[in-house]
């Protein structure tokens, strides 16, 4: 927790100003943050300034590991963060490539799980082969689930912001090495460090693996204009609570079982203690 409020005072004391194209906002952004999560001894990285969804985002990263690119499966999961970037965006609602409402393109779980071959011979599903591997124990040092395909980019409602995670195994132990390329920190991060650590303590799970750390890269981290009155004169005076525990139901064994019957029910917090939500506003 201390981690997420050091890099938010760091955006609001060092911040540089940057205009948005895509939004049309300016951007309060600083260059390059490294979070770490331990995983082994469940130090769930939940934010407790401010209620936090954190079923929402475990919903997104299960919907990708399930290679979801359209916006009505994500709701079904129990999530609704694609339903304006699929459906207001007003570039993609002219794009010849959108399918039709609640369509994402091809995004995210959809490269991951179907990534297109450059000889055009086919698609490659990365999880399946990475889930593969760590089950046999085999670390090739490539054991990279990537969602960043340039050539797709025209192709999909969004480019992916958290777009690359490296498995590395020493031992039986699982490390994981997450990439993100832009992080809106207020609305983004709350999400985006839940999801790390769900990503590693499922694979592992899946893989008969221990966990071990999570290192969380940010590349482009940075709030918008209307959101720096909230976070500096809200959030960053609240005092965090304790970080509380995660509960994963300990029948998924499978990516099998991730992808066919895995609902929010089968993860549950422990101790949670959090202050009254922010409605921070959402640029899409």
């Known amino acids: 927790m201390e981690q997420y409020l050091d890099l938010c005072r760091r955006i609001v004391d060092e911040?540089?100003?940057?205009?948005?194209?895509r939004t049309g906002k300016r951007c309060l952004t600083v260059i390059n943050a490294d979070l770490t999560y331990?995983?082994?001894?469940?130090?769930?990285?939940?934010?407790?300034?401010?209620?936090?969804?954190?079923?929402?985002?475990?919903?997104?990263?299960?919907?990708?590991?399930?290679?979801?690119?359209?916006?009505?499966?994500?709701?079904?999961?129990?999530?609704k963060t694609w339903d304006a970037?699929?459906?207001?965006?007003?570039?993609?609602?002219?794009?010849?490539?959108?399918?039709?409402?609640d369509?994402?393109?091809?995004?995210?779980?959809?490269?991951g799980r179907h990534f297109p071959k450059a000889d055009n011979s086919g698609k490659i599903d990365l999880l399946k082969q990475i889930i593969d591997d760590l089950t046999r124990g085999v670390d090739n040092r490539g054991e990279i689930l990537t969602f960043y395909h340039p050539g797709a980019f025209?192709?999909?409602?969004?480019?992916?912001?958290?777009?690359?995670?490296?498995?590395?195994?020493?031992?039986?132990?699982?490390?994981?090495?997450?990439?993100?390329?832009?992080c809106d920190v207020p609305l983004g991060l709350n999400f985006?460090?839940?999801?790390v650590y769900v990503l590693l303590a499922i694979v592992a799970q899946i893989t008969g693996k221990k966990p071990g750390k999570?290192?969380?890269?940010?590349v482009n981290?940075?709030?918008?204009?209307?959101?720096?009155?909230?976070?500096?004169?809200?959030?960053?005076?609240?005092?965090?609570?304790?970080?509380?525990?995660?509960?994963?139901?300990?029948?998924?064994?499978?990516l099998e079982d991730i992808e066919t019957w895995v609902t929010m029910d089968d993860f549950d917090v422990e101790g949670y203690q959090f202050h009254e939500p922010i409605a921070y506003p959402f640029s899409v």
């Open 15 to 21: 911040g540089v100003w940057v205009e948005n194209e």
């Open 38 to 79: 331990d995983v082994s001894k469940g130090e769930f990285p939940l934010v407790t300034t401010r209620k936090s969804y954190w079923k929402s985002a475990i919903a997104e990263i299960i919907g990708y590991l399930r290679g979801y690119d359209n916006a009505a499966d994500f709701r079904a999961l129990g999530t």
């Open 85 to 101: 970037n699929a459906n207001q965006n007003d570039v993609w609602l002219n794009n010849p490539y959108r399918k039709g409402e």
């Open 103 to 111: 369509d994402m393109g091809l995004c995210y779980g959809a490269i």
């Open 154 to 182: 025209h192709m999909a409602c969004l480019r992916p912001c958290m777009y690359s995670h490296h498995f590395s195994l020493l031992g039986d132990t699982l490390y994981l090495n997450s990439t993100q390329r832009s």
């Open 192 to 195: 985006n460090m839940v999801q």
């Open 214 to 218: 999570a290192y969380h890269k940010i």
């Open 221 to 254: 981290a940075h709030l918008y204009k209307d959101q720096l009155e909230l976070m500096r004169d809200v959030q960053l005076k609240r005092e965090p609570y304790p970080l509380p525990k995660l509960i994963i139901n300990p029948k998924i064994k499978t």
